[in-house]
């Protein structure tokens, strides 16, 4: 007996490994050869190809296709309709599998809903790419990034609250946790 749930109306191919306490709901396919970690959720209509890694208590929302290439570490939230790509320069009747470029999303990232993330891109630890954003770069850890294309317009605090610099350094409404902006970087205290 499996030690996650999948939804009747789901598909989980032989050779997926799907860790302990993970949800897979409505109409989700998982390939062959797709890593999912423990107490992961993902939503209605989620494709999840394989050689893809997902780590530990990911929530992947509705409609999200997790394209060869995408790594998500752990705490990762990618919200409804989120967007990844794997090839620069695709043509239906050209063939580019030799192509994929690698996306990671690193630890306790936020892509809110509807954002694009074009492939080749690292998104830093607990960045946050706002709604409807079109990533087409690196993003830096705790960056706050909005707009067609992204750009950083602010910080965000490992708990998901905007921070309000001062001299170079914020402490957290929320949490209380401490930063310093260095050479364009959030850093803890």
Known sequence: MADYFVHES????????????TKIWHFCHIMSEAQI???????????????????????IQNNVSIYEGVILEDDVFCGPSCVFTNVST???????????RETLVRRGASIGANATVVCGSTLGEYSFIGAGAVVTSDVPAHAL????????????????????????????????SGYREER?????D
Do not use: F
């Open 10 to 21: 789901s598909y989980v191919d032989d050779g997926a490994v799907i860790g302990k306490g």
């Open 37 to 59: 970690g423990d107490g992961c959720s993902i939503g209605q209509n989620v494709v999840v190809m394989p050689r893809t890694k997902i780590g530990n208590n990911v929530k």
């Open 90 to 100: 695709p043509r239906s009747h050209v063939s580019r599998k030799a192509e994929y």
């Open 145 to 176: 990034m909005v707009g067609v294309p992204a750009r950083r317009v602010g910080w965000m605090c490992r708990c998901g609250e905007r921070l309000n610099l001062a001299g170079g350094r914020a402490r957290c409404d929320r949490c209380g």
């Open 184 to 188: 364009g970087q959030l850093r803890a």
